[in-house]
């Protein structure tokens, strides 16, 4: 008999013994309001990129980059944002973009990507409205050069002497295991132990790139080789 829907009732107790019925208790007021079904701000979390990543790109072609993230209530969310920025703080002009649960595309035109760091933050909505900003994800960007190494693997210092070369190439390094010659295309010309001194007289003019393996990996060098030194 109490609809309950947006009301307001009274209530009263009595109890009753061998001698009767008591009194009445004072009056409580019941107040009923019906809730819609209540819908939280999303909890959203970057997957793709997790972390700070580095993305490496060559001319011509486009700057590109994988985005996922995931959320809850995942199943309520009816839009999120990426927005990208030159300072941490997104203080600096900053450009926001709209994506999917999922996107691999081209980047923005607004980022230039050519040896840039950007940072990167991403949102989710619900009908109730926008959640907070993710913490910021560090974007870098490093131009390869033509031989598809990233700029920041080259390393001159102390690999090998001269600097040109003419005919004979020394290797500083004694824990140096392999050398290889590569052309700036990334072809392997030459490759063999680091013998004292390798004779490179084969080689003509130019500039080159030098693979020199340790055990913990590979470190590289660009070389130039001239017939005579003027």
Do not use: H
């Not at 309950?4 to 107790?13: E, L, R």
């Not at 926008?130 to 913490?135: I, L, Q």
């Amino acid at each position: 008999s109490i609809p309950g829907k947006d009301s307001i009732w009274y209530m009263q107790i009595r109890v009753k013994n061998n001698e009767g019925w008591s009194a009445w208790s004072s009056t409580i007021q019941w107040t009923f309001r019906k809730l819609e079904d209540p819908i939280p701000l999303p909890t959203i979390m970057m997957i793709e990129p997790m972390n700070d990543t580095v993305i490496s790109w060559r001319e011509p072609d486009t700057l590109s980059m994988r985005c996922r993230w995931s959320a809850i209530p995942e199943q309520l969310i009816i839009a999120s944002q990426l927005r990208f920025s030159t300072s941490i703080t997104f203080t600096a002009k900053t450009d926001t973009i709209s994506f999917q649960k999922e996107m691999s595309c081209g980047l923005p035109t607004f980022i230039p990507g050519k040896d840039t760091v950007w940072y990167m933050q991403a949102r989710a909505s619900t009908t109730k409205g926008w959640c907070e900003w993710t913490s910021p994800k560090r974007i870098i960007f490093r131009k390869q050069i033509q031989t598809g190494i990233l700029r920041g693997e080259i390393d001159n210092v102390n690999l090998f002497y001269p600097q040109p070369v003419t005919n004979s190439l020394y290797i500083t390094d004694p824990l140096v295991l392999q050398v290889e010659i590569m052309s700036l295309q990334g072809n392997s010309i030459w490759k063999g132990i680091p013998s004292v001194p390798i004779n490179v007289a084969f080689l003509p003019d130019g500039i080159y790139c030098l693979r020199l393996l340790f055990e913990q990996g590979s470190r590289y060098a660009l070389m130039m080789k001239r017939n005579s030194i003027k």
